[in-house]
């Protein structure tokens, strides 16, 4: 291989590895967030791609046995379902993904939300409930 055949090399090889690491450092196209039973919204970076990464802060705390959650349209709050504990968990959303619970923290709500929704101009959050079935049925 000659001289030149080398650096052409190297300098492909050396573009190649600062093109990946700027890729690696760009900027999430979105933010995910699951919910599950250990009261806590674990908090993902999705790159173009899908890939799941997780932010740096730690879980958001939530309620007991958290059933979903939505955001509202403009990405600013997140509103999670807590059954067991008969609450919803409401946070504003950072431009760097990060939850903050909000004051207060949760609202109550009936018996075992499960189920929510925002409408479409972002001012009202919809929750579906579970209710109490055969309450007092022997």
């Given amino acids: 291989m000659s001289l030149r055949l080398a650096r052409m090399a190297v300098v492909a090889a050396l573009a190649t590895f600062l ?3 700027t890729a690696q450092a760009a ?3 979105a933010y995910v967030y699951a919910t599950n039973w250990d009261r806590t919204v674990h908090q ?3 790159d173009d791609a899908g890939a799941l990464a997780p932010l740096v802060p730690a ?3 939530a ?5 979903g959650a939505v955001a509202t349209p403009d990405g600013r709050h997140l509103y999670v379902a807590n059954e067991s504990s008969g609450d919803i968990s409401q946070y504003d959303i950072a431009l760097d993904g990060a939850l903050t619970a909000k004051d ?3 609202v109550s709500t009936g018996a075992r939300p499960f189920g929510l929704a925002v409408s479409p101009d972002g001012e009202h959050v919809y929750v579906a409930e579970q209710g109490v079935s055969g309450a007092g049925v022997a």
């Avoid at 309620?63 to 059933?67: C, D, L, N, P, R």
């Fill in 19 to 21: 093109t990946g690491a």
């Fill in 27 to 29: 900027t999430p196209s």
């Fill in 44 to 46: 993902f970076a999705a």
């Fill in 59 to 61: 879980p958001a705390a």
């Fill in 63 to 67: 309620g007991t046995t958290s059933k």
């Fill in 104 to 106: 207060p923290a949760t």
